[in-house]
Structures are given as C-alpha cells and as structure tokens.
C-alpha cells in the first residue's frame, strides 16, 4: 500500500504563486501516473494536472500557462507550481498517485492540502 502526503498549502494574495509537494512512499512494484486535483467549496473535485513516470503532462484549461507539474522518480514525488493565482484557485487540493503492485494497478489519495487566494 502507497501513503501519500501533500504539503505547501496555505494562504497567498491573488497574483501571488505557491508551490505543493506530494511524497509516495510504502509497499509498491512502481509508480505510475501521478496528479492533483482540487475540490473548490460546495463543488465536485476536478483534475488539475497529471504526469506520467515518462514526464508526459494534461493540464485543466482553466490553470494552462499558470500551473506547471513536474516530478522527481528518485525520490517519488510530484509538484505542483502554480503562478497568478486567483480567488478561483481557492480549494482543497489532493494528490492521486497511481501505483503497481505486482500486476495490480492500485490509487492513493492524500488527505488534502487547503490553498486560499485571497487579499
């Protein structure tokens, strides 16, 4: 089984940037997919941005040009660095990590970072 835990959440002005990070560590073959998502107050979660181990990268189109996704495979971690951040950004945002365990294609979820966007 893969834990995950998100940090770099917090309270940032709009324009302003912010940078979250998302470690898997745990019982695994490899990891696969990687992604944030967010879940804004009183709305269903959404996909943000996802990479695959190759680097490949799907962005939402409300955060293209804004949000960039990178991860580091030797130390299993996703980022998510987001630039001119608006009020709109304002939501909890989670870690999906998707994982091999022998022939199995298992997810995990982190428990969720709050990000708020205002003056």
């Known amino acids: 089984q893969v834990q995950v835990v998100e940090s770099g959440g917090g309270l940032v002005q709009p324009g302003g940037s912010l940078r979250l990070s998302c470690a898997a560590s745990?019982?695994?073959?490899?990891?696969?997919?990687m992604g944030w998502y967010r879940q804004p107050p009183g709305k269903q979660r959404e996909l943000v941005a996802a990479?695959?181990?190759?680097?490949?990268?799907n962005y939402a189109d409300s955060v293209k040009g804004r949000f960039t996704i990178s991860r580091d495979n030797a130390k299993n971690t996703v980022y998510l660095q987001m630039a001119s951040l608006k009020s709109g950004d304002t939501a909890v945002y989670y870690c999906?990590?998707?994982?091999?365990?022998?022939?199995?294609?298992?997810?995990?979820w982190g428990q969720g970072t709050q990000v708020t966007v205002s003056s």
């Open positions: 990479i695959t181990r190759g680097g490949g990268t």
């Open positions: 745990g019982t695994y073959s490899s990891l696969s997919d």
């Open positions: 999906k990590v998707n994982y091999m365990y022998y022939r199995e294609l298992l997810t995990s």
